[in-house]
Every structure is written in C-alpha cells, then in structure tokens.
C-alpha cells in the first residue's frame, strides 16, 4: 500500500475544528473594547492600530473578503493611488509603491491590500465575516453601547420568511468605517438621534484634508472614520486614492483611545 501523506483525519474532525473554535472565538468577542464595522482600508488601519495597544478589537464585515475596495484600486484597475503623506503609512506596512509625479504615489491594490490585512491579523484583530450590521444597542443618554448584527445571507431571504432574529454584541465604542454608506450613523439618524447631510461632489484635494479632520466621535460611544465621515458631515467624496482613508483609520484609533482613557479602560 502506498504511503499516505496526510494524517488520518476525517470529514467529523475537520467540522468539528470549524465549530468548535469559531463558537470559542464568537463567544469570546460578544463583548469586546472596540467593534469597528466595516473591513475596508479605514477600518482595518484602526483595528490595526487599537490591537498594537492591547486594545480587543472585533470587527464586522459584510462580505466574505476584508479591504473594502482597496484590492481593487479604481475603475475596475488594481492600481491604488495616495497622495503626500500617505506613502508613510505605505513604507511603514512594507507595501511597495512609486512616485507617480510629485506628491502622488502608486502601488499594486492586491499586495497593498493583503499587507494591511495580515497587519491586522498579526496586531490581534479578529473578524466576523458575512455579518451584516442591523442596529445599535443604545444605554443612557443614548450611549451606543454595542450592536445587533445577523448573517449577511439573511437580506436575502423572501420577505415572508426572513423571522432570523439576530445578536447582539456589547463594547465599549464603536466605529463606523462602512464607507459612504455610513450604516450605523444613517441607524442614528432613522432613530431621530444624528442628522447626516450625505456626502457631495467629488473634490480630492478639500476632501482628503477635510476627511482626516473631521475623523472624530459623531455621538456619544461613535466614531466615524474614512468615507463615512463624508457622509455624516456633509463633505466632498474623495474619489479612487486612499492616503486619507488610511490616516483616517490611523486618526479614529487615537480618538478611541483617548475615549477608552476617560473611561478608565
């Protein structure tokens, strides 16, 4: 009989392993300090950045990839664009780029891409994949207090059979990092809680600028970072480059930090 190469283990143990340690890893993450929704370049910079400082981060992503649109760059073209100073934070993930002219700088969205996310991986950060926010959980004044989430698949369901109740996991902050979507801060404004004005006019030089300046808490236990801050006050959209989604989720990690602090954490 020829030798085998692999160990004798089948179909139960391999099942098994895949339940036994996401149920341990769920179960550990339904309170946490900092639940960030949204995998795209602004949310895992801020994952990154609050776990390199013992910070328990989890965070919840739609879809069944990490990196938003930052694998894939602009138009359908895996090239990602930043400007002056967002090759820093390039340099310091050890993405490889170029200078395409002064002040702009180029690089491979895949390998951009997957060097942010191994980053995060490697700074502590875990994830719940195909896990679609559906609410907050609210405690006094209005404090967000944690969020609701269910599986993604749900949304697509047939109307008369969607009764999956969803979960709810407790923290101590939140952050919106969904993009111009803006999920958990347009779940404020529905609630009569926030008012977002929506994002304008494409305008990459006043956007970016304005972007990281305006990364900060929007309301007690939220903060808002990447193309979600467009969204909740009003600014222009960036467009396909990412220096100011990068340094927005390096901004929002400091503004949590310094909110955990008051609190004690």
Known sequence: MKKKIFSPVGEKEVTRAIVDEFAKQFKEYVESDCIIIGAGPSGLMAGRQLSRKGVKVFIIERNNYLGGGFWIGGYLMNKLTVREPGQIVLKELGIPY??????????DGPHACSKLIASACDAGVKFANMTIFDDVVLRENNRIAGVVVNWTPVTALPREITCVDPVALECKIVVDATGHDACVVRKLEERGLIKAPGFGAMWVEHSEDLVVEHTKEAHPGLVVCGMS??????????GPTFGAMLLSGKKAAEVVLGILKKRGK
């Open 229 to 238: 801050v467009t969204t909740t006050f009003g600014l222009p959209r960036m």
């Open 98 to 107: 170029k200078q395409y002219t002064k002040g702009l700088y180029v690089a």
